[in-house]
């Protein structure tokens, strides 16, 4: 419904997902050929990922597993391979760290928030063009 009425869309996914993201991405491309498809590969470390567990638990009764670590490479070079964008985030700290992403050939590491959100604005159907 909310590709259909061109919203964007999120989804969060675990890193057993990528094989069947992967899997999904043609057809999704095929019924919404106007949309942009990006991958947000978000690392923690263990007992970022194990307290925000907890936390997400005890307030809103999810329960995640905390054993999940990041995707297999493979699995993840092939996702961000089929995907428009692939942004690096880091986010242990504080505050989330871009350490980078690629977009249409265009590598960016100077972690600009900006660069990136230059990035996921709207384009014409079938190009990400450069900012000027």
Same mark, same amino acid.
């Given at each position: 419904?909310?590709? /259909?009425?061109? !919203? #964007?869309?999120?989804?969060?996914?675990? +890193?057993?997902?990528?094989?069947?993201?992967?899997?999904?991405? +043609?057809?999704?491309? !095929?019924r #919404?050929?106007?949309? #942009?498809?990006?991958?947000?590969?978000?690392?923690?470390?263990?007992? @970022?990922?194990?307290?925000?567990?907890?936390?997400?638990?005890?307030? @809103?009764?999810?329960?995640?597993?905390?054993?999940?670590?990041?995707?297999?490479d493979?699995?993840? !070079?092939?996702?961000?391979?089929?995907?428009?964008?692939?942004?690096?985030?880091?986010?242990?700290?504080?505050?989330?760290?871009?350490?980078?992403?690629?977009?249409?050939? #265009?590598?960016? /590491?100077?972690?600009?928030?900006?660069?990136? /959100?230059?990035?996921?604005? +709207?384009? +014409?159907?079938?190009?990400?063009?450069?900012?000027?």
């Amino acid at each position: 419904v909310a590709l /259909a009425r061109r !919203q #964007h869309v999120w989804l969060q996914l675990l +890193p057993c997902d990528a094989g069947r993201m992967l899997a999904a991405l +043609p057809g999704l491309r !095929q019924r #919404h050929p106007a949309f #942009h498809f990006a991958v947000l590969d978000v690392r923690v470390d263990a007992e @970022t990922l194990r307290r925000n567990c907890r936390m997400a638990r005890r307030e @809103t009764g999810r329960d995640a597993p905390e054993d999940n670590g990041p995707p297999p490479d493979a699995a993840l !070079q092939a996702l961000a391979s089929a995907a428009d964008l692939l942004a690096q985030v880091e986010n242990s700290g504080r505050q989330p760290v871009l350490r980078g992403f690629l977009s249409s050939g #265009h590598a960016d /590491a100077s972690g600009s928030w900006g660069g990136l /959100a230059l990035r996921l604005d +709207p384009a +014409p159907a079938g190009s990400l063009a450069p900012p000027p």
